[in-house]
């Protein structure tokens, strides 16, 4: 890593896994794991960028001080192996977001990225941008993306209402991690998108229809197990094979619903990813619920029905 640009001056593309957090049986954070979680990535998955301790890891389930200790050991690991790793600092109030943020840069994160506050929800983009400014204070020159997920965090505010103008207010701001469903503000998003922006689509079940409007990359918690078979999407798609592109969406999206209609949340995706990968992940923290044994075997069964092997 220590021979590329800064990241700064690279600009995010391709598949991003948002990580599981390996925790022991007990229920405590797990770091042996996390370099042959990375190994995993890169070799089964030909997935080179990691975005922790977001929804996927279940970062609102964390302390503070786990959470230093996972960016920690997530970039350390990653040396070498990984492009980026982007580290999600969002907490639900500034002062734990800015430590999060100035830890960040101390361990050379790539970037970092930052979730609406949910308890208190801003209710219009202002107070949103201003809350985003302050976090980004507190690491100026590191890569800032905003993560717009509305479905979890209930602050529907246009993700295109708070990139507008945000390049004056935050100038390390560096793109958005989309995780809605409105195509319409996506598209604004990507059509205001300065050039070294990256804007990353993050409904894994929906990505060609965002690749078709201009995003630029994707960060879901599908590509940890399925981020072999969305590299043959994304190729196919760049080359103009819109209908190969779009069986395996169609195959991504037969696997998703069969999960969905039997309860799909961390706690199963988690047990899933556990069950394709033989990573030692461990369960969710409460008050998600680990998953039941047979529920997981049977979406595995599935994934390796409609999935061939990598
Ligand atoms: C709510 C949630 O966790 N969304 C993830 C990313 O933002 C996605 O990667 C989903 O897990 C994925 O699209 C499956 O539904
Ligand atoms: C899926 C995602 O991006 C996250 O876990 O935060």
């Not at 103008?165 to 701001?173: D, K, R």
């Not at 798609?237 to 969905?260: H, N, P, T, W």
Request: glycine content about 8%.
């Amino acid at each position: 890593m220590s021979l590329m640009a800064p990241a700064a001056e690279r600009k995010l593309t391709g598949l991003v896994a948002a990580t599981f957090t390996p925790l022991t049986t007990q229920g405590e954070i797990n770091l042996k794991e996390i370099g042959r979680y990375i190994d995993y990535l890169t070799e089964k998955q030909g997935v080179n960028n990691i975005f922790v301790n977001g929804t996927t890891g279940e970062s609102m389930s964390l302390s503070v001080a786990e959470r230093k200790i996972l960016a920690e050991e997530w970039c350390q690991k990653a040396k070498g192996k990984m492009d980026q790793v982007i580290v999600h600092v969002g907490c639900m109030n500034l002062k734990d977001s800015q430590e999060l943020a100035g830890h960040a840069a101390q361990i050379g994160a790539d970037g970092i990225a930052v979730i609406a506050p949910s308890f208190f929800k801003p209710s219009t983009a202002e107070p949103l941008k201003m809350f985003l400014h302050e976090v980004a204070l507190a690491a100026p020159t590191l890569p800032f993306y905003y993560y717009h997920i509305p479905a979890v965090t209930g602050v529907n505010v246009l993700a295109s209402d708070v990139l507008e103008g945000i390049e004056e207010l935050i100038p390390s701001f560096s793109g958005v991690k989309f995780s809605g469903v409105d195509l319409m503000d996506l598209g604004q998003c990507v059509s205001y998108s300065q050039p070294r922006w990256s804007v990353l689509y993050g409904v894994d079940e929906q990505l060609l229809a965002a690749l078709a409007l201009g995003a630029h990359g994707a960060v879901g918690s599908t590509y940890n197990y399925m981020g072999c078979h969305v590299n043959e999407l994304i190729s196919a798609f760049d080359k103009g094979d819109i209908v190969q592109a779009r069986r395996i969406q169609f195959k991504m999206q037969e696997l998703l619903s069969y999960a969905q209609k039997r309860g799909f949340d961390v706690g199963v995706n988690k047990q899933l990813m556990i069950e394709l990968s033989g990573l030692n992940l461990g369960p969710p923290r409460l008050p998600v619920m680990p998953c039941p044994h047979e529920q997981c075997l049977c979406i595995a069964q599935k994934y390796h029905s409609i999935f061939p092997e990598c």
